[in-house]
């Protein structure tokens, strides 16, 4: 594939059956899908032929007349048998097309090309008649005709079969749990890039994969199929930062051990909550900073809010819970480190969250060792 002349390209009609056969789970369908298949593993498996065929003939140590018996007698007959199969399974293709109409309206057109396609291979298909001297550029101009014949109708099964695999490896996902494309389809596109075609042409398609495509990475986010569910994303995520803004009000309100007797006059409480709000607006900041300079690196073809602020948000949402727990921890260390409810101090605090929790976190570990060695030392002490 990665050897065509042209890219992954696309007819509207091969883009509407990908997104039909995206909710299609018949057995007709799956059968299709999976005789289609059949007919690119065949494909490359005859391309591996050729491509060796090619590196034998260009081998100066090797003598042409040897290569030229080798392949009449061996790799003619594996040729023969797997241009048989596939002409069996168009056959068998028409048959269930013909027998689910569905089918027929839907994919007619791609499988007539594709066997329409198919069939130039065989009057380019390298030949080494017996008794006759053969033309090592002869050779070398077929090989390069069968491989951008073959790599079509690799292509062309890519369009119609791809995303249903990629759509069964990620109904096995969790919402936000992604794939590595490069590591599942190193087998069906073993060229990095025939993937990189694949990727961008499922990127611009977004609608044909339950899931967010991220081209640089290589990554496929697995995405909820139910609308309301990533319209709600957004909310699933304000509330635990709205609660924790509660729980701080209701905490310096009520308690006595946070702020002395209770129960405390608004304005005493205020700070506090205010120094929270600008822990997580300094968080979101941060976030905010990142995916600008992340968009601009790479020309959009990561997966950023930037391209789709909901989808993001929803495919993102565990790591953006995890996050605001981190502001949390953020807005405990920064009223234990005696720093007040200073709103400055509070948005920083968010927006290096990272780099602060750290520090926090080893010098409570310090803090820790040295009361727990202290209490060690009490307790071994001889009784008095």
């Known amino acids: 594939m990665a050897t065509a002349s042209s890219p992954l390209g696309h007819r509207s009609g091969q883009f509407n059956s990908a997104l039909v056969s995206l909710h299609d789970r018949s057995r007709a369908n799956l059968l299709f899908l999976g005789h289609v298949r059949e007919i690119r593993a065949e494909a490359q498996n005859l391309l591996r032929y050729a491509n060796e065929l090619k590196d ?3 081998d100066p140590h090797l003598n042409i007349a040897d290569v030229g018996y080798t392949w009449r007698t061996v790799q003619m007959a594996a040729y023969q048998r797997d241009d048989a199969q596939v002409k069996d399974l168009f056959t068998v ?3 269930l097309m013909e027998d689910n109409p569905v089918l027929l309206d839907r994919d007619g057109d791609a499988i007539t090309t594709m066997e329409n396609v198919w069939e130039r291979v065989d009057p380019h298909w390298p030949r080494f008649p017996e008794n006759e001297q053969p033309d090592e550029n002869a050779m070398l101009a077929k090989i390069a005709e069968v491989d951008a014949i073959l790599c079509e109708v690799i292509r062309a099964a890519e369009i119609l079969t791809l995303p249903d695999r990629i759509n069964d490896r990620l109904r096995e996902l ?5 794939i590595n494309f490069h590591a599942e389809f190193s087998d069906e596109l073993p060229e990095p890039v025939a993937r990189m075609i694949a990727l961008h042409y499922l990127h611009d398609h977004p609608l044909i994969v339950i899931g967010v495509v991220d081209v640089e990475n290589g ?3 697995r995405a909820s199929s139910n609308v309301w569910q990533r319209r709600l994303s957004p909310l699933y995520i304000a509330l635990p930062a709205i609660l924790g ?5 209701l905490g310096y309100t009520f308690l ?3 702020n002395g007797n209770v129960p405390h006059n608004f304005y005493d409480v205020l700070p506090y909550v205010r120094a929270y709000s600008f822990v997580i607006a300094g968080g979101f900041a941060h976030t905010a900073v990142d995916t600008i300079k992340q968009y601009r690196a790479n020309k959009g073809q990561t997966f950023t809010a930037l391209g789709d602020l909901l989808m993001w948000i929803h495919v993102k949402q565990a790591p953006i819970f995890a996050g605001i727990l981190l502001l949390w921890m953020g807005f ?8 007040g409810p200073d709103w400055e101090a509070a948005f920083f605090i968010g927006y290096s969250i990272d780099s602060f929790v750290d520090l926090f976190l080893q010098r409570f570990t310090t803090v ?8 060690k030392t009490q307790l071994t002490q001889p009784g008095r």
């Open 245 to 249: 803004g509660i729980l701080v009000y």
């Open 219 to 221: 990554l496929i986010y």
């Open 332 to 339: 405990v260390g920064l009223i234990v480190s005696q720093q």
């Open 256 to 258: 006595p051990f946070l």
């Open 56 to 58: 034998k003939l260009m």
């Open 174 to 178: 969790r919402v936000g749990q992604c």
């Open 368 to 375: 820790a060792k040295t009361r727990t060695d202290a209490i």
């Open 93 to 95: 293709i028409r048959k």
